[in-house]
Nanobody, 119 residues
Framework: QVQLVESGGGLVQAGGSLRLSCAAS????????MGWFRRAPGKEREFVAT????????SYTDSVKGRFTISVDNAKKTVYLQMNSLKPEDTAVYYC????????????WGQGTQVTVSS
């Protein structure tokens, strides 16, 4: 079973930075694409960013472009989300997820890590 473990969340003031980490139990075809999602209070879960293990394919939701950067460390089987210029509206539980090759849906999820941005 694929396991994803997030870390790095916390409380930060607006304009500050945080780096989230997601350690994957495997880097295989079952985790071909890695993504970050978030769920803010009272809202549905939304896509944030995605990357493949080669690191040459990334995608971001418009609201984080230019502020967040997704990256991978293949040796550590870890995906990062560097979040800069944080805004109160970035407050959410952030989830790491994995999707298999040729699979449309993300089938593996981490437990989530809380990010709170104070104004």
């Amino acid at each position: 079973q694929v396991q994803l473990v997030e870390s790095g969340g916390g409380l930060v003031q607006a304009g500050g930075s945080l780096r989230l980490s997601c350690a994957a139990s495997e880097r295989t075809s079952r985790t071909y694409t890695m993504g970050w999602f978030r769920r803010a209070p009272g809202k549905e879960r939304e896509f944030v960013a995605t990357i493949n293990w080669s690191g040459d394919r990334t995608s971001y939701t418009d609201s984080v472009k230019g502020r967040f950067t997704i990256s991978v460390d293949n040796a550590k089987k870890t995906v990062y989300l560097q979040m800069n210029s944080l805004k109160p509206e970035d407050t959410a539980v952030y989830y790491c997820a994995a999707r298999g090759m040729l699979v449309k849906e993300y089938g593996y999820w981490g437990q989530g890590t809380q990010v709170t941005v104070s104004s």
